[in-house]
Antibody, heavy 119, light 107 residues
Framework: QVQLQQSGPGLVKPSQTLSLTCGIS??????????WNWIRQSSSGGFEWLGRTYYRLNWSFDYAVSMRGRISITPDTSKNQFSLQLTSVTPADTAVYYCAREKAFFDSWGQGTLVAVSS | EIVMTQSPATLSVSPGERATLSCRASQNVYSKLAWYQQKPGQAPRLLIY???TRATGIPARFSGSGSGTEFTLTISSLQSEDFAVYYC?????????FGPGTKVDIK
């Protein structure tokens, strides 16, 4: 059974970079039948998909249009994990961030990390 | 982008009663519709995918139906652990979008 364990700070200052990591057990970040996603949830409950990475013959990355230029998702095969970096954060980026495994739908989720952007 | 809507926003139900939740897509998503349950302070849990297939470990009291743009999640007899927020999500098109949720609370 796959488990996703998130780590990273819960407080980031405006204009700085948000960095989170999702450790994978029970599956491989290099699996050719899954994709690895970051999704966030606002305080009002709405979900926003941020981006994903997946491996087929090589690594691929998809990012939400609203995030392009600020987001980077990086797989780490040696540690079987993947990471999110979001630059130039503002208070509007305050949310609960989740990593999730995708098999078309999202069948496994990390525990979530509340990230507040505040000075 | 496909817009998902859900109704009602809140559903008050007594334990043991039946709950029916609706989800609508702004365009045809065929059967590519999933349902998730979320309890306070927890991550979403996949309940249903492919409109009507229960995920591993999900009790039979949860059932899904529909096609195209109209979908329904039915909980046949609400248990105490079923009081939560339920989200639908389409996965036919990118970005994969979620509905705003239906909160099922105790009547």
């Amino acid at each position: 059974q796959v488990q996703l364990q998130q780590s990273g700070p819960g407080l980031v200052k405006p204009s700085q970079t948000l960095s989170l990591t999702c450790g994978i057990s029970g599956d491989s970040v290099s699996s050719t039948s899954t994709a690895w996603n970051w999704i966030r949830q606002s305080s009002s409950g709405g979900f926003e998909w941020l981006g994903r990475t997946y491996y087929r013959l090589n690594w691929s990355f998809d990012y939400a249009v609203s995030m392009r230029g600020r987001i980077s998702i990086t797989p780490d095969t040696s540690k079987n994990q993947f990471s999110l970096q979001l630059t130039s954060v503002t208070p509007a980026d305050t949310a609960v961030y989740y990593c999730a495994r995708e098999k078309a739908f999202f069948d496994s989720w990390g525990q979530g990390t509340l990230v507040a952007v505040s000075s | 982008e496909i817009v998902m809507t859900q109704s009602p926003a809140t559903l008050s139900v007594s334990p043991g009663e039946r709950a029916t939740l609706s989800c609508r897509a702004s365009q045809n998503v065929y059967s590519k519709l999933a349902w998730y349950q979320q309890k306070p302070g927890q991550a979403p849990r996949l309940l249903i995918y492919g409109t009507s297939t229960r995920a591993t470990g999900i009790p039979a009291r949860f059932s899904g139906s529909g096609s195209g743009t109209e979908f329904t999640l039915t909980i046949s007899s609400l248990q105490s652990e079923d009081f939560a927020v339920y989200y639908c999500q389409q996965y036919i098109n990118w970005p994969k979008t979620f509905g705003p949720g239906t909160k099922v609370d105790i009547k």
